[in-house]
Nanobody, 120 residues
Framework: QRQVVESGGGLVQSGGSLRLSCIGS????????MKWYRQAPGKERELVAA????????DYADSVKGRFSISRDNAENTVFLQMNSLKPEDTAVYYC?????????????WGQGTQVTVSP
């Protein structure tokens, strides 16, 4: 069964930090690009960060540049999202997505999401 499972969400005060993790299984993790999306209540899903299969390319949404960092450990089939200087507007459900190509429109594999709540 091909799946990705997120963890690490929670409640944090403004200015705080969280690190999200996403473990992939059932597919060749090291061959897949990985993305983090988020969706806040009443808003569309937003791409937050992406990393190529070998970590050689990393993309960020303008809203998180300089605060968030995406990384991966292919030996552990895990991708991380380090979130620093969190703001209330970062509150959302964060989803992990595995795709063959970062530039394609494929659906790939999605997790169930992990809630991040940032209090003022």
């Amino acid at each position: 069964q091909r799946q990705v499972v997120e963890s690490g969400g929670g409640l944090v005060q403004s200015g705080g930090s969280l690190r999200l993790s996403c473990i992939g299984s059932g597919f060749t993790f090291a061959s897949y690009g990985m993305k983090w999306y988020r969706q806040a209540p009443g808003k569309e899903r937003e791409l937050v960060a992406a990393i190529a299969h070998d970590g050689g390319r990393r993309d960020y949404a303008d809203s998180v540049k300089g605060r968030f960092s995406i990384s991966r450990d292919n030996a552990e089939n895990t991708v991380f999202l380090q979130m620093n200087s969190l703001k209330p507007e970062d509150t959302a459900v964060y989803y992990c997505n595995a795709v063959w190509s970062l530039d394609s429109l494929e659906a790939g594999y999605w997790g169930q999401g992990t809630q991040v709540t940032v209090s003022p």
